[in-house]
């Protein structure tokens, strides 16, 4: 993880195309970031990634919280899910102070994080909606 490319495989699909397709920007966030700590040009480029971040937490959060609601999620595990998004929120702004605060000290923090974000967060909360969203993909594609 720490200098390997992440690459896409069906392994993180959560059978909709359009949150996959999110996911996979969020996959390209964190190889640009991991090739900038190999390369070691991790501080020129984390204000720019944690910016990346921000933005595309407050969308893509918002459009999943949508996608499972209109899928019916039970509303014990949608509330559960919802925290979870609502605690990453607070982790990236958490990471931005530490690196207005700290500077490259908190490049391996960041690094961590977002390792944990993508095996931690889509792997295992993510695909619990999956098998929900298969069936109701077209729909919310349909309202965008
Ligand atoms: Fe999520």
Not at 13 to 36: G, K, M, P, T, W
Not at 107 to 127: E, R, V, Y
């Amino acid at each position: 993880m720490k200098s390997g490319k992440i690459t896409w495989c069906a392994e993180f699909s959560v059978q909709s195309e359009y949150i996959d397709r999110q996911h996979q920007n969020l996959i390209a966030i964190v190889n640009d970031f991991n090739q900038a700590l190999t390369r070691g040009e991790g501080a020129k480029i984390t204000y720019a990634i944690l910016n990346r971040l921000v933005l595309y937490a407050e969308t893509h959060f918002r459009d999943e919280e949508k996608l499972m609601q209109m899928a019916r999620f039970p509303p014990d595990q949608l509330n559960t899910h919802i925290k979870e998004h609502v605690k990453l929120t607070e982790e990236i702004f958490h990471h931005c102070e530490n690196w207005s605060t700290y500077g490259k000290e908190s490049l391996p923090g960041i690094g961590k994080f977002l390792a944990a974000w993508l095996l931690g967060h889509i792997l295992k909360s993510d695909m619990k909606y999956s098998k929900y969203v298969a069936k109701i993909d077209d729909k919310f594609l349909s309202v965008k």
